[in-house]
């Protein structure tokens, strides 16, 4: 029996380029000498693009998913063939993080139709008999600089039956109005998106008032593009009819890996949407928009 | 059988007296002087406080050498300034005790701030379970508890989870199963199946906890919080609000100590990681401990819903302190902020009642988001009015007055945190904020309950009028006059609105028409007005309750509440000559009809009387009052009573007796013993009590008289023994009128009372056959042999003093208690016959002597009656004679081996009375102590340091010439010789 694990030195796994990953390749090995026909680490990057199946065919998007994109590749041997000794044995290795020429480093994230992955994955080849052992894990990439910093944008906003779009009857809708703003709609990734609305009159009693993150996804390739919006997380920030003529606060943490800061490239964009979803006691909902810019500084 | 004799030696008690008396020689030296001086120091340094130097002197204050008489004289005091070791011991803690509560101070640096002035959340949870419950059908919607479903949510196995994102996304789906799968709603819970439900969800925290499905026990964290969002049950909701806030509390507890467990760290120089101190900054926390934390922040900020995104971050707040330092204030002003979304009024309240509540007890000194809390509340109060809550009171059919109790724990306990050391200033404006905002009933009355009565009571007007004015929107308004009552009660209220305040306050209470809210606010008011009004306003108010509560027979369903009115009066009026001034007071009690209460009533009062009636009572309106009340409470003992409840209500009794006297009229008083005998006669203890106060009453007597009794004060005297005389034998204990029978006839001799004293003893010996074996003393049985043996001691140094009566013979008290001793059925293992016969030997001894060793004032005794006749000396010696005789032929029954240690005892006792009281010159005597002595050195079972004391004092009597003790001590020298 034997076992492969990796650790890495730094906890939170957040390296910058140009950084060096530094950790241990822990092999531990019960019950006797380990023999192994060599360990290779590999460090990669890379972008992986899907097509939705809404914007292409089914088949087109099960055939036709992109060429993943290699941002980082850098193999390397930690252990010629040989044995290892019973017990615990600890590997250490470092690699500097630099891209593949012509390529940037973009910063970790978790799609649905757009994955940008990092991982170091470990393998032991082994004799006939056994198995190979492969170990893989992820590390985070974050910016190291970024040319565009966040900056104040307030953003005030005023929803009322008049300003909706798209509604046939508008007779049928309740009279309301609220009111509101948001901080900025250029915001650090790490900061919280910050804003109050206040409802000033409500005809009809209020269920819910919800802000909703929405990720906008573009791929891009030869026979065009695929553009789809899908919600990363609802936040409620209103329960039941709430008090009118006051301020309530409008928060929200942008959530680790499934987002990051906005990104735009020949082949994909990932942009960020805020919607405040207004809905009613007899669940007719009202939807606000608002493009939000991520940064990392 | 061979007889012996007693010779009684010859004594000059003046004599010896004289050669007791040690030669007095002035004194220079403090006895009690220490030995050490001490120096005293207040070390800084926290090791060694206290070193003692010994040619030093300090200037230390010695706490007992103030007020010392001794210290008057300088030369003592001088001498005096060593410590003593009581002071040193102080001292030494003093420094001790301020270096530990030092470091307890910055331990708990976060919860100094919070004295026992503030009223903390546990104190008031039991409180508020009980008042707020229901009969309705509840139902609890989680995942975690049917059966069926316990299994489901178990964590996934995580072997093949290989990178972050599987993980996250791992437990994201479980999250997203337990949102819409695995639910269930159970309905038609009664209360306490509910409850019981709530406790199961706070044991599966924990136990998902300890299997580290940490992700469970945030799903249940959250399913919990979920559950304050229902309002369905709206009169159980402050109670479920306990319930569940507790399952938080846990579960923040657990995140909190889970992450101080895993910031371990490495002290500089160490290898070995250490826990991190309990005062520790965010510079300390190691950063993995630090990313699991904001890992929980960032959980718990994704949790989409409201309400439990607001509880749980509150639950967790304290792991903040692992991040930065100044996170508190913002966290907690940005939460306070966020209550703001709650749109149920009853929920967003209680939500900043958690909020504050947490707030309080992690960062006391932040207090930025109390006052938000509040006006937010103040903001969102037009919301009671909205068609929404009004719709929930009609859907539960529930009345406003009602509802509006329901804010009360929760408002009570956010404006307890804001007036908790706030500022004058501060509590004024928020006050004025209220009386702006909002004037309404629910917020005054927990405004009264909050802040501190002190505040309110400055402002006791301001408060009738805003009471007043308020618009009571079906807030019950003697809720109101109550609070404000008990405000006023402990507080001082200023001299010139005291009057107004009362005529505005009753003016209203007088209106209430329900005797239950009027007597709730009656028993409040009465402690306000006992405590700063005369008599008069004190009758007035018992008359106006009287009034209010005959109708209908009202009071039958308040006796608790006019009890504890009772109770009030009483602690505050003390003068009992006042009390019972009152008119109503009487009949107040008067109002307590059933027995049971009634006769727990008069306890109230009689206890009250016997705590704080210091000096003697002797207005006749109190007694007659008191005796009644006396009367009632006798007479409720009954065959049933317990022991217990017959020994508290006598000493009550007692208790009262004593502190009756009428001075001077000392027939009156007897007179009072009298009746009192007349109506306590079932109590034991009572009739003891008085029969002590009848003889104490002669005894003053004969103190006024000094002695000399006129005709009129001895036929007082002689009443006062036939008083006894009577009372006595109606008690139900022998051994207690043995005691009786003997102090009585000694009070009687004193007395010049002849015949009675003789009556009192001879009824005494002819009792004492009937006392029994046993005596039942603090629940212990025991014999009663001690007792006796004791008793016939004391009872025989009377009898030195008492003249025989000329009717009958010589001695013949001492023979008919001899006679009655042999008669006794004494317990046959034991010698106290003897002992008793040993005993009479010396007494005997003392009688046969010229002039006794004690007299009783004009009263003459034997020797002086008989001035040593031979013809008494004659009957006194052949009943020595007999006496020895009995002895000596006791020590030779116990001849088996296992007696010895008796016979040995017995023995020495005897020798000493031999040596003590016989004359040794006599050669029949000393043949008698040389025997004993041999007896007993044979033996070798006496005690060898008491032989050589008898040996030693034989010594010094035979160095000094002593007739006799010179030829005993050769021979006992012999022997301690041969045996040392």
Known sequence: MATLDIRLKKVNKIYREGDLVAGVVVVQSKGGELQHQGISLVVEGIVNLQLSAKSVGVFEAFYNSLKPIQLLHYPLEIAKPGRLPSGKTEIPFEVPLKPKAGKTLYETYHGVFVNIQYLIRVDMKRSLLNKDLSKQCEFIIEYKDQEEKAKPKPVTFSISPETLAGVKEKQAIPRFKVKGKLESSCIQITRPLKGELTVEHCEAAIKSIEIQLVRVETCGCAEGYAKDATEIQNIQIADGDVCRNIAIPIYMIFPRLFTCPTLSTNNFKIEFEVNIVIIFHDDHLVTENFPIKLTRF | ?980
Request: proline share 4%.
């Open chain 2, 1 to 980: 059988m061979a007889s012996y004799e007693w010779f009684t030696s010859r004594r000059n008690y003046e004599l010896e007296w004289q050669k007791k008396c040690l030669p007095s020689q002035p004194a220079t030296n403090h006895p009690l002087k220490g030995i050490t001086v001490t120096e005293i120091k207040q070390a800084e340094t926290k090791g060694t406080p206290f070193r003692s130097k010994a040619p030093q002197k300090a200037d230390f204050i010695d706490p007992l050498s103030s007020g010392d008489p001794l210290s008057a004289d300088g030369a003592i005091n001088l001498a005096f300034d060593g410590a003593d070791p009581l002071s040193r011991f102080a001292a030494e803690a003093l420094p001790a005790t301020k270096a530990r509560s030092g470091s307890e101070k910055k331990i708990s640096s976060t919860s100094a701030d919070l004295d026992e002035t503030f009223e903390p959340w546990n104190a008031k949870k039991a409180g508020i379970l009980a008042k707020y419950t229901t009969s309705e059908k509840l139902s609890i919607t989680t995942s975690f508890l049917s059966a069926s479903d316990k299994e489901r949510v178990v964590i996934k196995s995580q072997a093949q989870v290989t990178t972050v994102t599987d993980k996250v996304r791992n437990r994201l789906e479980q999250l997203d199963d337990f949102e819409e799968g695995s639910v269930k709603e159970m309905m038609n819970l009664s209360q306490q199946d509910y409850v019981k439900r709530i406790e199961e969800l706070n044991q599966a925290l924990i136990t998902a906890w300890e299997q580290d499905q940490r992700v469970k026990s945030l799903k249940i964290a959250i399913q919990c919080s979920k559950l304050l969002a229902d309002t369905s049950v709206i009169m159980f909701y402050p109670s479920k609000f306990v319930l569940i806030t507790d399952i938080l509390d846990t579960f923040g507890r657990l995140v909190y100590d889970r992450l101080l467990e895993k910031a371990q760290y490495f002290p500089p120089g160490s290898t070995r990681p250490v826990r991190l101190p309990a005062n520790f900054t965010p510079a300390d926390v190691p950063e993995s401990a630090k990313e699991t934390c904001r890992n929980w922040f960032f959980k718990i900020a994704s949790i989409r819903e409201l309400i439990p995104r607001l509880y749980v971050e509150c639950a967790i707040l304290k792991s903040y302190s692992f991040l930065t330092s100044g996170e508190y204030a913002d966290a907690l002003k940005r939460l306070a902020w966020m209550t703001r979304g709650i749109g149920d009024p009853l929920v967003a309240v209680y939500a900043r009642c958690y909020l504050s509540r947490v707030g309080i007890l992690v960062a006391p000194n932040i207090r930025d988001h109390i006052l938000p809390c509040f006006d937010d509340f103040l903001a969102t109060f037009s919301q009671l009015q909205s068609d929404s809550v009004q719709n929930v009171l009609a859907a539960q059919k529930m009345e406003m007055p009602q509802y509006l109790t329901l804010f009360s724990p929760a408002l009570d306990w956010i404006l307890q945190c804001l007036a908790h050391r706030a500022s004058d200033a501060t509590l004024t404006a928020t006050l004025e904020k209220c009386r702006q905002q909002c004037n309404n009933a629910l917020l005054l009355n927990s405004i009264m309950s909050a802040f501190q009565p002190q505040f309110i009571a400055s402002r006791a007007t301001l408060f009738t009028e805003m009471i007043r004015e308020c618009e009571d929107q079906g807030f019950p308004k003697h809720l109101l006059q109550q609070s404000l009552g008990r405000c006023l009660v402990v507080a001082e209220t200023p001299e010139d609105q005291k009057l107004s305040v009362l005529n505005e306050v009753w003016k209203s209470v007088v209106k209430l028409k329900n005797p239950g809210d009027y007597i709730t606010c009656a028993e409040v008011w009465i402690e306000f007005v006992v405590k700063h009004f005369g008599k008069r306003e004190v009758n007035k108010i018992l008359a106006d309750i009287i009034k209010h509560m005959t109708p209908d027979r009202a009071f039958e369903d308040h006796y608790g509440r006019l009890q504890s009115i009772v109770s009030k009066i009483l602690t505050h009026m003390q003068d009992f000559s006042q009390v019972f001034s009152l008119d109503k007071f009487l009949p107040f009690l008067d109002m307590f009809q059933r027995e049971s209460i009634k006769v727990e009533v008069c306890k109230t009062v009689l206890e009250a009387f016997c705590k704080y009636q210091q000096e003697m009572v002797n207005d006749p309106v109190v007694i007659n009052a008191m005796m009644f009340l006396c009367k009632t409470i006798h007479d409720s003992v009954n065959a049933l009573t317990l022991d217990d409840e017959k020994r508290v209500i006598a000493s009550l009794l007692s208790g009262f007796i004593r502190r009756v006297s009428f001075g001077r009229d000392f027939e009156q008083q007897l007179s009072f013993y009298v009746e009192a005998r007349a109506s306590f006669s079932n109590l034991d203890p009572v009739l003891i009590t008085l029969i002590q106060s009848v003889n104490s009453l002669s005894m003053e007597t004969r103190r006024v008289v000094k002695g000399n009794h006129s005709r009129k004060t001895a036929a007082f005297v002689r009443a006062c023994a036939a008083y006894s005389f009577i009372t006595i034998p109606s008690l139900q204990s022998v051994y207690a009128q043995l005691q009786l029978y003997l102090q009585s006839g000694q009070v009687a001799l004193l007395n010049q009372c002849f015949s009675q004293a003789d009556a009192f003893f001879k009824t005494a010996i002819s009792r004492i056959p009937e006392l029994p074996n046993t005596l039942e003393t603090d629940g212990k049985v025991r014999s009663s042999e001690p007792f006796l043996l004791e008793y016939i001691s004391n009872f025989v140094s009377t009898l030195l003093v008492t003249p025989d009566s000329p009717e009958a013979g010589v001695l013949y008290l001492l023979r008919g208690l001899l006679n009655v001793l042999q008669d006794y059925t004494w317990d046959p293992s034991s010698d106290a016959r003897i002992i008793a016969y040993v005993r009479v030997l010396a007494a005997l001894s003392a009688f046969s002597q010229e002039e006794y060793l004690y007299h009783v004032d004009k009263v003459d005794a034997n020797d002086a009656m008989y001035g040593s006749d031979p013809k008494f000396l004659a009957e006194v010696k052949s009943t020595t004679d007999t006496l020895t005789n009995q002895v000596l032929s006791h020590l030779k029954t116990l001849s088996a081996p296992e007696m010895e240690k008796r016979k040995i005892t017995l023995a020495m006792d005897f020798l000493n009375t031999v040596i003590a009281h016989s004359d040794l010159g006599n050669p029949a005597m000393g043949t008698l102590a040389a025997n004993l002595w041999a007896l007993i050195q044979r033996s070798g079972q006496a005690d060898a340091k008491l032989m050589k004391r008898l040996a030693s004092y034989v010594q010094s009597k035979a160095s000094s010439g002593e007739r006799g003790f010179q030829s005993l001590a050769s021979q006992l020298k012999l022997e301690v010789g041969s045996t040392v």
